[in-house]
């Protein structure tokens, strides 16, 4: 009878799909800005710009830590032209509207709904997963999950969770802050937010985040769902922890401003995952920061890709648009692996695709219904990065991510829809995980990093050894062939942002330009030293390639400005190269990253021989 209504379901989301919604509408919240002055947080700065607005301005910061601040003024003030002047001001680093967002649901016709009861009497004796019926394997990780780890925690950003729900209480899945006094009203933990013990209802500004929606409880049992069994008559104690933060209101829109401050809350109180099933047209740059702080933070996020069936690389939605090291943005498939029909994509920007369409999960009420979207696909990767992140804790968020994109499926129609073409597997990310368990307890024996002129020549033991020193004499680059030893990083111990680019050695000023650049078709593995760094390659052309990994500068681990080197494998590893390079700071990308300065024409050439059908970009 599931299967026949899930059908039932499917056509009726066919028939309504042709009928697709249009873009959001170019909106913000009448009379509120957000404004991020220069420098560390200033008071005076804040009071100055209310005493401007005649004391009517009413203001607060969105985090404890940085200068960004929402500001209410009048709902007749003209704010387009209050940021234009805002921008002119010395003081002020950025002035936005506060733009509104969307969850990203698609509205399902089939709305039926399911008790417990009925649930558990049809599919809980087969202990399977039955939220979808795509090959995901999730019952087969579950085979694989390691009994004694710690359930990370996963923020759900969205219309809260209804965590009355029996799901929810029998599995104890719900988060609770240990440092708060339940109703003392006292801020116990000193984090800004009294009473706060299961989470936060930004929209409401209260501690009360239960769903007056469906939405966020949906989403919340997709992604317990991926841990465990929830159809189950006897609940398992949960093996991941639901953090509701509340931002969206009961009709399913909210402000970027309340995004802001759920993403710092989830940030700051442990989240190890966050789940964005929601957007908007707008740029915003105190919305990219935030999710910014989760990256620099070691947060895996997860963004719904959208539901207008368009090209994300041409017409970005946000958060799914915005290039954070630690982000997957997530298509929706169904349970034939096609792209759904009203599923964004993006060869470039979507990373990669779950099941999404007629997904059966919780409901406020004790009940449970279908629903479709890439509001339903997101949850499934959030869950299953929780599980990677429980069976591997030492993985930084952009591991998880990459581990994530390189262990799904790789569907053929994919390819020119997502970056890695890939439909999620949490079996094989399971196992991928696993794998990773040694690599991240990997812990040599840290070399201080410095220029190659003065680091001292390695004893011929640690060149047989860990792999930290290497000679690399023989390629090219100055200083090459004088036997001088470098020392190599170990990215994949360390939690680490990275753009990076190999270059050619080329003189003048925006060479780069002057090459025609090509869509990587294939994995080209990377090592350092002898640990693979885990990371996605993006582009390549006759200037070198583009590839995205992890860094972590600012524990000092790297040094800016330093020479590494690294071997590049081809995918089948047959063959490799390696390469030299220094630390830089990427503008474009707002992360730092490894430019390989001296690649010779022959690397060139092995690694565009690696790369397979190349696509222009
Ligand atoms: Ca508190």
Redesign the pocket.
């Known amino acids: 009878m599931m299967i026949h209504s899930r059908l039932v379901t499917l056509f009726a989301l066919l028939c309504f799909f042709s009928f697709a919604p249009t873009a959001f509408a170019q909106d913000f919240v009448p009379g509120e800005l957000i404004v991020k002055f220069k420098g560390k947080s200033n008071h005076k700065q804040v009071s100055q710009f209310q005493s401007k607005m005649g004391g009517a301005a009413q203001s607060r910061a969105l985090s404890v830590k940085s200068n960004v601040h929402h500001f209410k003024v009048s709902a007749y003030q003209d704010i387009q032209s209050l940021i234009h002047e805002l921008r002119q001001d010395p003081n002020v680093e950025y002035a936005e509207p506060n733009w509104i967002l969307r969850r990203a649901e698609v509205v399902d016709e089939d709305n039926r709904t399911f008790s417990i009861e009925e649930v558990r009497s049809q599919v809980s004796s087969s202990g399977s997963y039955a939220q979808n019926y795509a090959s995901v394997k999730v019952t087969e990780a579950w085979a694989q999950v390691s009994i004694d780890a710690a359930a990370p925690v996963v923020a759900i950003i969205d219309t809260g969770v209804d965590y009355s729900h029996p799901i929810f209480s029998q599995s104890n899945a719900l988060w609770t802050?240990s440092k708060?006094v339940p109703g003392n009203g006292i801020?116990?933990?000193g984090?800004g937010?009294?009473d706060?013990v299961h989470g936060w209802n930004f929209f409401g500004d209260n501690n009360s985040p239960i769903d007056d929606d469906q939405h966020g409880t949906h989403v919340a049992g997709i992604i317990l769902g991926i841990g465990q069994d929830i159809f189950a008559t006897t609940l398992a104690s949960a093996r991941i922890k639901i953090m509701p933060l509340k931002f969206l209101g009961a009709d399913g829109s909210g402000s970027t401003s309340d995004a802001i401050a759920a993403i710092h809350y989830a940030v700051d109180n442990g989240a190890r995952v966050i789940n964005n099933s929601w957007g908007g047209p707008n740029y915003s740059q105190g919305l990219h920061d935030a999710l910014k702080y989760a990256y620099d933070h070691n947060v895996v996020l997860v963004a719904a890709a959208g539901n207008y069936g368009k090209n994300n690389d041409v017409e970005p939605l946000y958060p799914a648009g915005y290039q954070v090291p630690s982000q997957l943005t997530v298509a929706a498939t169904n349970d034939w692996d096609n792209l759904a029909s009203f599923s964004n994509y993006g060869a470039t920007t979507v990373h990669l695709a779950a099941p999404g369409v007629g997904i059966f999960s919780t409901i406020p009420g004790n009940s449970f219904k279908f629903m479709s979207g890439t509001s339903m696909a997101a949850p499934f990767i959030a869950g299953l990065a929780a599980m990677v992140v429980r069976e591997a804790p030492n993985l930084s968020g952009y591991q998880v991510k990459s581990l994530l994109m390189s262990s799904g499926d790789r569907i053929a129609t994919l390819s020119t829809k997502t970056v890695s073409s890939n439909r999620a597997n949490a079996y094989t990310s399971l196992v991928s995980s696993k794998a990773q368990v040694a690599a991240s307890s990997y812990n040599p024996e840290y070399v201080a990093a410095a220029p190659a002129s003065r680091t001292p020549a390695a004893t011929s033991d640690e060149k047989k050894g860990c792999g930290l020193v290497r000679d690399i004499g023989e390629y090219g680059g100055p200083g090459a062939g004088t036997g001088v030893m470098i020392v190599s990083f170990i990215f994949l111990t360390l939690p680490i942002v990275t753009w990076f680019a190999v270059r050619r050695k080329l003189k003048g000023q925006n060479v780069r330009r002057k090459h025609q650049r090509y869509l990587m078709d294939s994995e080209i593995r990377i090592f350092v030293g002898d640990k693979e760094v885990l990371g996605q390659t993006k582009t390549i052309g006759a200037g070198g390639l583009s590839f995205q990994t992890n860094s972590m500068i600012e524990t000092g681990q790297i040094v800016p400005g330093e020479i590494l080197t690294m071997s590049v494998q081809s995918p089948d590893g047959s063959g490799e190269v390696q390469v030299q390079g220094k630390i830089v700071w990427s503008q474009k990308d707002h992360s730092y990253g490894v430019q390989f300065a001296n690649v010779t024409e022959s690397v060139i050439s092995h690694i565009r021989s690696w790369s397979g059908s190349l696509v222009k970009t």
Do not use: P
């Open positions: 802050n708060e801020d116990d933990d984090n937010f009294i706060d």
